[in-house]
């Protein structure tokens, strides 16, 4: 079965099938992705003194593209992710993060989310060292999922997160009942 989608009119396959049956996500010179249930035909480019990024959401009919005059690779992606960030709505899953990183931020938790461990593991003073680092940072300019994972039933998401011009990663990991067992914010060099 090909995997299909209309672009422009045309039904482009967005899956290429290799000969020993697996299949890649790219087709026509284009990267294909499904991030938070978006689809999203991406390519970047570079040379000397400069970076670039076309991103292309057939289903909402928008594209991103930028360029920038500058070989420091974070810049065009950086750009693009606050882009990203103010174009497209969260799904549920990622509001949900978004919520949780800002209540981390504030040092008020819903512990309501939290498995009983961490409940205990989360103590006022572990909630305020969270606060402490993080609201200096100020409101979110960026954030995005980069993984996620199911094993044995706990799945694990992790988030890209650019505050105050620093990025983050969130870390979440949740068990079958949604509820989070497992919660660090880390710096991303």
């Known amino acids: 079965m090909l995997s299909r989608s209309v ?3 045309y039904a482009i396959n967005y899956t290429a099938h290799l000969a020993n049956g697996s299949t890649y996500p790219y087709t026509l010179g284009l990267f294909v992705s499904h991030e938070q249930g ?4 991406y390519h970047s480019g570079q040379g000397q003194g ?4 076309n991103m292309i959401y057939p289903d909402s009919s928008r594209a991103i593209i930028v360029l920038t005059n500058t070989s420091a690779k974070p810049t065009f992606m950086k750009i693009a992710d606050e882009l990203i960030y103010l174009l497209f709505p969260p799904s549920a899953d990622g509001q949900f993060a978004q919520t949780l990183f800002a209540e981390l931020q504030s040092g008020s938790l819903d512990d309501s989310i939290l498995s009983e461990d961490l409940k205990q593991y ?3 003073s572990r909630l305020r060292e969270y606060s ?3 609201t200096p940072l100020g409101p979110v300019e960026a954030f995005s999922l980069s993984h996620t994972q199911t094993t044995d039933g706990l799945r694990t998401r992790e988030y890209d997160v650019i505050a105050g011009g620093k990025r ?3 870390h979440l990991l949740l068990l079958p009942n ?3 067992e497992d919660v660090t914010v880390s710096d991303v060099q």
């Open 7 to 9: 672009f422009a009119g």
């Open 38 to 41: 978006v689809l999203r035909y």
């Open 50 to 53: 400069f970076e670039a990024i």
């Open 122 to 124: 989360l103590t006022p």
């Open 132 to 134: 402490s680092s993080l």
């Open 168 to 170: 983050l990663r969130l």
């Open 178 to 180: 949604n509820k989070v």
